[in-house]
């Protein structure tokens, strides 16, 4: 987690602890996760597990030859574009575990999008923009 000292400080006055850090540190550890998936999901290849993963049309993977015709997309292409791929499944678990974490604590609320062109986790706290902290 990055330290904006002033942020902390700003928190602190209004009654962070300790645990309350804790919880944006873990948060934090996942939004970076959902972030990187989004990333890969919109590039269609990335590492995952050690291993790489293609999902993009127009690769060795998925050949383009196979899903556009002079008529337009095919069935298969549509099947393609519905699969749910490694890297969504893992942008779920990441999810899920961030809801999991500030579920008891009312005093956090998380927002998601999945355009990795900006940030694809947001985390209020009392009502104050902690985003930053996250990435």
């Known amino acids: 987690m990055k330290y904006n000292k002033g942020m ?57 030859d196979k899903f556009y015709t002079d008529k337009g997309y095919s069935t298969a292409y549509a099947n393609i ?13 990441a999810r899920k575990k961030i809801e999991d974490v500030i579920k008891d604590n009312t005093d956090f609320k998380a927002k998601f999008q999945g355009d990795p062109r900006g940030v694809c986790v947001r985390l209020r706290w009392k009502d104050v923009d902690v985003t930053e902290l996250l990435y």
């Open 81 to 93: 574009e519905m699969t749910v791929t490694e890297f969504d499944k893992e942008s779920i678990k």
């Open 8 to 64: 902390i400080l700003a928190m602190g006055r209004n009654g962070a602890t300790m645990a309350t850090l804790d919880i944006i540190s873990k948060v934090a550890k996942q939004a970076r996760l959902y972030q990187k998936m989004a990333e890969y999901s919109c590039n269609g290849e990335g590492i995952l597990h050690g291993r790489k993963i293609t999902t993009a049309i127009g690769t060795e993977a998925h050949p383009a």
